[in-house]
């Protein structure tokens, strides 16, 4: 991730902070679901222990026991955080991820599987939509605080689809991110408008007519431009290896500008990738 003002004191260089892979934040992804998880403790408690049996027989070295317990720990900190990521508290976090994503790159990764009422013959030209407005923590996020979810009138989710393109986008958000809100869905979405409206497009990345290769740096220093006030911690550029698919830009719960470490550091770590053009450029 570019780094084009002057960094603060102790902030890390964008190619430091883009090491670490996609990151998933608060929108899904390959997480473990409880059941999963209990039983990766469970084999990974009897691995410990068939190897202290080894080690008081002396057929292990004195120095595998220990490098066994930081590899275990480490598989499990880049697994098993997931169950952090269980139904929280309404209301109960620490600032918001706002997802914007590119829907050209959808639409292209997802081909025929891909939701008609964002990627059809007759779908509106779409550019950068919503994905979503994330509740987060400092390390994690909640999700699924509400279950069932409160009832989304149908008005709220109509009224939405200039911003989300389609139906079961909007309702799958609400019941997994706009639940942990503390909001009526009413207040939720209108939430979600206020903090897509705190937000520039740059000019560049409205409607482009032909597909482009973008380093991520040049899109983050372009939305930098164009917002006063967002840094170079406080937005992430995601991307699906060949594509850049999402800008995430961290909001505060007045939905000002605010940095996100977490969020900052699993950035996109492809030196350039392809920006498709909207529909009928």
Known sequence: MAI???????????????RGAPHPVGGGGALLPPAP??????????????????????????????????AVALALAGTVPGLAQQPGTP?????????????????????????AQQCGADARPYAFVVHG???????????????????VPEGTVTAMLDLMPSRGLVLHQ????????????DAYFAAVRQARARL???????RPERTRMVAPEEVERAFIAANPGLKPDMIAIACDGRRLSEV???LDRGFGFTPCPEVDRRACRATRVALPPTRGG
């Open 200 to 206: 520039v497009i740059p000019e560049d990345y409205q």
């Open 248 to 250: 995430r830009i961290c």
């Open 37 to 70: 998880a209990r039983f990766l403790k469970a084999v990974v408690g009897r691995l410990l222990s068939a190897a202290r049996r080894h080690a008081e027989c002396g057929r292990l070295r004195s120095t595998t026991l220990p490098r066994l317990g930081s």
């Open 133 to 151: 407005l994330w509740p987060q923590y400092a390390s994690g996020w909640p999700q699924d605080c509400q279950r069932p979810a409160p009832f």
């Open 4 to 18: 084009v003002p002057a960094r603060r004191a102790g902030a890390r260089p964008a190619a430091a902070r883009r």
């Open 174 to 185: 609400w019941r997994k991110h706009g639940t942990c809100s503390g909001l009526a869905p």
């Open 91 to 115: 209301g109960r976090f620490d600032h918001y991820v706002l997802a914007l994503s590119w829907s050209p790159s959808y639409c292209a990764a997802a081909g025929e599987k891909a939701n």
